[in-house]
């Protein structure tokens, strides 16, 4: 289990002030911060979010092979990761048990979903849950 | 070693589960269709979707230990396969810890999500404590005004 894990994961220092990526790179990692904090800035400069310890950030990475992030992350305290990587964890669910890799599968097709709604200005998400609504009636 | 399924038929408007009941069971839809449905702000339901059969659901509840996050109603006359908690949890305890925090990651990310019209912050501060990582520090829980978009 170890082995099979570190061929998913493996581990990456950052000093404070390091990109880690930029808005516009291709997603290709997910990450765990294990210590220190990230700050994931959005188009207009601020700062969308910031990562604390035990978190994940990049998880886009994850769901999509084509996307592009949506955020820079920038390191603003020394910082170490957990790098993981889409295809080796793709490669392991193959090994796992058919109801955890079907599960796997379903949450990723919802995120897809999820996330190009997100895409939507909050109006429109508004007025779409009001449609939702007055359908099931 | 022969495993028996638990099978449970439902009428059409039977409901499988109420959002905000404990769940401890996921379901495998063997045949019929079965209706998601979620309380929208305003008190009115709306639809999440359909399972199909083939189709598992209720299993978010079972992974984070949450209470059920919509409601569950037979579209159709269905049939479903019921998958105890105990086989869903011995089936976790085998699968790479990274996959399985994921898996959280994931349901985590989706049950804010759905929660919510206005896009909130996710904490994800116990995922990697659910999916018992080893040496990765419990966050301090920090709050941050970040909207939910994902990076």
Redesign the interface.
């Known amino acids: 289990m170890v082995e099979e894990t570190s061929r998913i994961t493996s581990e990456e220092t950052f000093e404070n002030g390091v990109v880690i990526y930029r808005r516009g790179d291709k997603a290709e990692h997910t990450y765990l911060l294990k210590e220190g904090k990230v700050d994931l800035i959005g188009e207009d400069g601020t700062v969308s979010r910031t990562v604390a310890a035990g978190q994940v950030f990049g998880e886009t990475a994850l769901v999509s092979m084509d996307a592009m992030r949506i955020h820079t992350a920038r390191v603003t305290k020394d910082s170490k990761c957990l790098k993981i990587a889409r295809q080796p964890l793709e490669a392991q669910l193959q090994n796992e048990d058919p109801f955890i890799a079907a599960l796997f599968r379903i949450l990723q097709g919802n995120m897809c979903n999820v996330m190009q709604m997100k895409k939507m200005p909050k109006e429109k998400m508004n007025a779409l849950a009001k449609d939702l609504a007055e359908t099931a009636e | 070693m022969t495993k028996v399924l638990n099978r449970r038929s439902f009428f059409p408007g039977d409901i499988i589960f109420h959002e905000g009941d404990n769940g401890s069971q996921a379901f495998v839809v063997q045949s019929g269709r079965i209706r998601i ?1 979620k309380a ?3 008190g ?4 999440l979707g359909f399972v199909e059969p083939g ?2 659901f209720g ?1 978010m509840a079972l992974l984070d230990n949450s209470p059920r996050m919509a409601t569950a109603v037979a579209e159709e006359a269905s049939v479903l396969i019921v ?1 105890p908690e105990s086989v ?1 949890k011995a ?2 305890k ?6 399985r ?3 959280v ?3 985590r ?2 049950r804010n ?2 929660e919510k ?3 909130e ?1 996710i ?3 116990a ?3 659910a999916a018992k ?1 080893p ?8 709050e ?8």
């Open positions: 449905v929208l702000a305003g009115e339901k709306g639809t189709g598992v299993e998958i869903v089936k976790l085998k699968t790479n810890p990274v996959i925090m994921m898996l990651v994931m349901i990310m989706l999500i759905s019209v206005d896009l912050v904490d994800l501060e995922v990697a404590q990582f040496d990765v520090p419990q966050s301090a829980g920090e941050d005004d970040g909207d939910v978009t994902a990076h």
